[in-house]
């Protein structure tokens, strides 16, 4: 105890929120102080990080579909687990840095959320990733969990809660009770497959292919899961398949809706299925307290209304639903030893 006292005068202890688009980071009694993209630029062909590390993040995510041929912006995580361990690594090294300072003699004491559904060899990776990364211990603590606790619900109370998370990679269901997950499922669909259900839109309907940047600017702009007020639409550029110009079309949130609504049913059968295992007592408990939804694929318009639907219960977006996760770690820092001591099998490895 007395040990980690003195390591905390030269180091931070930082959560990690380690997600498929956006990698943000809290420390211990500062709250969020990074949000980046999951992106780094590298030379093609190689594990080389352009720049010394800085083509990390915001920049890199600038080349996304950019690159000349010498560069290649790779995202290294793929629906919520690493994909690419390399630059996982050199990732989650210059965030560390960055957020560490060079100033400090140890290394961070890191909780990092990973999805309830990946395997023992995944997390061993994260975990293997945030150690070479440069961190003095780190703990693995459950998504759903994580966005629980940064959403504010009671979790540690005798009572159901239920979390929807919809990240990047991975949407994350969860009924908690007494600091612990009762049910649980993790579905990979997500943001990234509404994205890519425009994608395919647009080259069924128009014969025209468009990049995932676009494609989320379009779910953004006027994507819904249910009709929402007055009609929109907007243009949109990418290239003809047929010709191999550039061109432009205007498209309609009613078509977007449309497109959208595969992987919105998959998400709804996912959070229907996990009600469908929960005990009598917790179902009953969940009349009272609703649905809370989180992370960024919340935020499509009409979603709580689907939900609502489906379920016959209430739902409600969190406050800030894309740093909820973020929040959560923070709040597991600030009270470290009274939820490491609950949940330390569930957390570190």
Not at 109 to 115: A, L, Y
Not at 295 to 308: N, Y
Request: charged share 25%; proline share 4%; glycine share 10%.
């Amino acid at each position: 105890m007395w040990m980690d006292r003195i390591m905390g005068l030269f180091s931070v202890d930082m959560g990690i929120d380690l997600g498929t688009c956006n990698t943000l980071v809290s420390v211990r009694g500062q709250g969020i102080v990074l949000n980046e993209p999951s992106v780094v630029a590298v030379k093609k062909g190689t594990n080389q990080v352009l720049k010394d590390g800085q083509a990390v993040g915001w920049m890199a995510k600038e080349m996304l579909g950019k690159t000349p041929g010498s560069i290649t912006a790779i995202r290294p995580l793929k629906d919520g687990v690493i994909s690419d361990f390399e630059i996982t690594e050199a990732m989650l090294k210059y965030f560390i840095n960055k957020v560490n300072g060079k100033s400090r003699i140890f290394g961070p004491r890191v909780v990092i959320s990973i999805p309830s559904g990946i395997t023992a060899v995944e997390k061993r990776a994260v975990f293997d990733s945030s150690m070479r990364a440069g961190a003095r211990m780190t703990y693995l603590i459950e998504e759903p969990l994580a966005a629980a606790i940064g959403a504010g619900l009671p979790v540690a109370e005798a009572t159901a809660s239920m979390i929807v998370d919809i990240g990047g990679g991975t949407t994350e269901v969860a009924i908690l009770s007494l600091a612990d997950i009762a049910v649980c499922e993790s579905v990979r669909v997500a943001g990234d497959d509404l994205d890519e259900a425009i994608i395919n839109h647009m080259k069924r309907a128009y014969n025209m292919m468009i990049g995932e940047q676009s494609a989320e600017r379009i779910k953004i702009e006027i994507g819904s899961a249910a009709p929402a007020g007055e009609p929109a639409s907007m243009e949109v550029r990418g290239r003809d398949m047929i010709s191999g110009l550039p061109r432009k079309t205007v498209i309609t949130s009613d078509e977007v809706r449309e497109a959208l609504s595969e992987p919105v049913a998959a998400i709804t059968e996912a959070v229907t299925r996990t009600l469908e295992r929960a005990e009598p007592e917790l179902a009953a408990d969940l009349v009272e307290n609703g649905i809370a939804l989180a992370g960024g694929g919340a935020l499509l318009r009409g979603l709580d209304k689907v939900l609502s639907k489906a379920t016959g219960l209430g739902v409600r977006l969190a406050d800030d639903p894309l740093t909820c996760v973020a929040r959560g770690t923070c709040i597991f820092l600030e009270n470290f030893e009274e939820w490491k001591d609950t949940l330390e099998n569930d957390v570190s490895i």
